[in-house]
């Protein structure tokens, strides 16, 4: 096998890198991380990833400030750079009822300060920003009226989308179903798809929105990784990948490969096929696991897959799509892995013995 001569941008959130709490260790897995800053980190990461990486994810205040990206700049200087700034009101326990969609006017205001704030860094650092409304939705049915409520979300959201065009800045949608609330309002890409056509019916410009894919959060909804970014492309729709994988119950974020292999050599088919150049981003969280281990073996995991796309036969593949033909589609997935006709042949010899 082959490695491909397709090379995307890579990226890499820093979360990879904490103590991994969880809510039965919120001390983490690895305390000995606790006391180690995040530009510590980074350096860390940079060292022990070298040239595999090309950029970084940071959330804006909990990873990132305006303070400390310049000395972020400084470590990730010459060969990387700040590749995102993310959303980071989810973990604040003042916006424990959402942000832009809190009941309390004064937070919604807050909130929306908050994410202009993370956009000009983002257009001073040359980074794109993505917004994961984790916290935006409720808990129980009666919690919130729904109407309110989505009309509060879709008003700042049209806001900061307005304010991210006017600084040039690409903004992404990321959904997601739950956690940390248990109905995310976005929550699906549907609803992904749905939000931006209403901010375009509130007058909102949305050239510069785009969809960030986490596999594993479609994963988690049943929703297919390669259908979805061919859609989303064909569209112009399509503006980051968050590489992971999972069991499909929970936002594991385990390592590219470990699970739902055929439908992450779909989704690269689909990326190559659709000419997508925006980032690979690896969006990992390794309870236990050492992280730039993890993330090592998730690029080389990825290239791999990516050169199994590759292999695939496209004229006999097409041939089979065109006929609605699983057999053939699977036999042309299966010879790119190494099944020929040389095995197959064998296994005809074994069972013809008596």
């Not at 070298?50 to 305006?66: A, K, N, Q, V």
């Not at 590749?83 to 809190?102: D, E, H, K, T, W």
């Not at 995310?184 to 056509?197: A, D, E, H, Q, V």
């Amino acid at each position: 096998m082959q490695v491909s001569t397709k090379r995307w941008r890579t990226s890499v959130g820093i979360w990879a890198f904490g103590i991994a709490p969880t809510r039965f260790m919120p001390g983490g897995y690895k305390p000995e991380l606790a006391n180690r800053d995040v530009t510590e980190r980074l350096k860390w990461a940079v060292e022990g990833l070298g040239p595999l990486i090309d950029g970084y994810e940071f959330h804006y205040e909990t990873e990132i400030t305006d303070d400390n990206a310049a000395k972020i700049q400084e470590i990730l200087a010459p060969d990387h750079h700040i590749a995102m700034i993310c959303y980071g009101l989810v973990p604040n326990p003042r916006f424990q009822y959402g942000a832009l969609s809190n009941p309390d006017p004064a937070l919604r205001r807050e909130a929306v300060a908050h994410i202009k704030r993370g956009i000009d860094l983002a257009a001073a650092v040359g980074a794109n920003y993505i917004y994961w409304p984790g916290n935006e939705g409720y808990n129980y049915p009666f919690q919130r009226d729904y109407a309110r409520t989505w009309g509060y979300f879709l008003e700042g959201l049209a806001e900061v989308v307005t304010y991210a065009k006017e600084k040039g800045v690409l903004f992404n949608l990321e959904h997601k179903n739950s956690e940390p609330a248990m109905r995310i309002l976005m929550r699906n890409i549907g609803m992904t798809l749905f939000i931006i056509k209403k901010l375009k019916e509130m007058g909102a410009d949305v050239s510069n929105v785009r969809v960030n894919m986490d596999w594993q959060h479609l994963i988690m909804n049943g929703e297919p990784l390669g259908e979805y970014a061919a859609l989303l492309l064909s569209e112009g729709l399509l503006g980051h990948q968050h590489a992971n994988s999972g069991w499909g119950t929970f936002d594991d974020d385990n390592m590219v490969g470990a699970q739902f292999i055929e439908q992450q050599i779909d989704i690269l088919r689909e990326l190559l096929k659709g000419g997508y150049d925006g980032y690979l981003g690896f969006d990992l969280f390794p309870y236990t696991e050492d992280p730039v281990e993890a993330v090592k073996r998730s690029v080389i995991q990825m290239e791999y897959m990516l050169a199994v796309a590759e292999r695939m036969n496209d004229e006999e593949l097409a041939a089979a799509k065109a006929r609605a033909d699983a057999v053939g589609a699977y036999r042309v997935f299966w010879k790119a892995l190494g099944l020929d006709e040389e095995f197959e042949r064998q296994v005809y010899e074994k069972y013809s013995r008596r």
